[in-house]
């Protein structure tokens, strides 16, 4: 499946902004299902100063500064990506969740690090009791890992209410398991929190997803939006995907931007000014079929 992705930020300032420094997340990334195509990113006002390098997690960042005064900025990313559909593994096939926390407690290869880094806190999220008691219906002694993670998605899905303005990126996860409502990225961060607080590995991931209409309705131009869920690590899986917004495993709707240890790595446009005053932000995203 072949998408065509926009992703459109602006700002609005009450003050003239006489210098600004940024970073841009904003060019999908290449995986064993996903196939950047085309990637372009405009910036106005323009800017002589646009280069590109990579993160520690690999994803593509974009650095600019504007040095003219202006009240307005605007971000436009452009990418056309293929995907190929993703046929989730045999979960019942994945090794017992207490035997990977066992293995990922001693094993110190650089596999096995990798995986230890994702099992501790992070910015946004935080290991704690409350989420293990949430999770530890799904995760019975011996029981296969990928299947466990995959009930808790679902769980999360049927237990928690998706409402916008809800929460805030500040919200901890600990009052959005009391309240049970947040918005895609509360979600993610959430089900991270529990598998770390299980010593189970979690990365975020943030990306897009296609808008699928009912039959015979036409999709909603500008009805996407940017989106969240998680890869959960299994040895010999490696990350498989989870979506707890939606209760599923990634197939071909899902276009991941970016991936870290939660959204502190992965935000899609950050910097610093001087100057501005008061200011509003707009976001908008389209994704549509090619």
């Known amino acids: 499946m072949r998408y065509l992705v926009r992703h459109t930020t602006s700002y609005e300032y009450s003050e003239p902004v006489s210098i600004c420094h940024n970073e841009a997340r904003l060019v999908p990334r290449q995986t064993p299902h996903q196939r950047p195509l085309v990637s372009r990113l405009v910036v106005e006002p323009s800017t002589p100063t646009l280069t590109s390098d990579t993160d520690y997690f690999g994803n593509v960042v974009h650095f600019f500064t504007l040095e003219e005064a202006h009240v307005r900025l605007s971000v436009s990313a452009i990418s056309e990506v293929d995907l190929e559909p993703f046929e989730p593994p045999a ?48 995760f019975a002694p011996g029981r296969p890992l990928l299947d466990a993670v995959f009930e808790l998605t679902r769980r999360i899905h049927a237990d928690f209410a998706y409402v916008p303005g809800s929460t805030t990126i500040a919200t901890p996860i600990d009052r959005v398991l009391e309240s049970r409502r947040g918005v895609c990225q509360d979600f993610a961060h959430l089900q991270i929190g529990m598998l770390r607080s299980l010593g189970i590995p979690a990365r975020y991931v943030s990306g897009y997803v296609h808008n699928t209409p009912p039959p015979g309705r036409p999709c909603l131009v500008g009805a996407d939006a940017s989106h ?41 446009l950050r910097g610093v000014i001087l100057g501005g005053g008061q200011h509003l932000v707009r976001v908008g995203v389209e994704v549509a079929r090619a």
């Not at 650089?110 to 995986?115: D, F, I, N, Q, Y």
């Not at 995907?241 to 939606?246: K, S």
Request: aromatic share 10%; hydrophobic share 35%; with cysteine.
């Open 228 to 268: 969240a869920w998680l890869s959960a690590w299994c040895p010999g899986f490696g990350f498989v995907d989870f979506d707890p917004t939606n209760g599923s495993i990634p197939s071909d709707e899902h276009v991941t931007l970016a991936w870290g240890r939660d959204f502190s790595d992965t935000s899609p």
């Open 91 to 138: 979960l019942l096939l994945s090794p017992a969740w207490d035997g990977v926390r066992d293995r990922i407690r001693r094993d110190r290869s650089p596999e096995g690090l990798g995986a230890l880094e994702l099992t501790l806190d992070s910015p946004h999220v935080r290991r704690a009791d409350p989420l293990i008691d949430y999770a530890s219906q799904s």
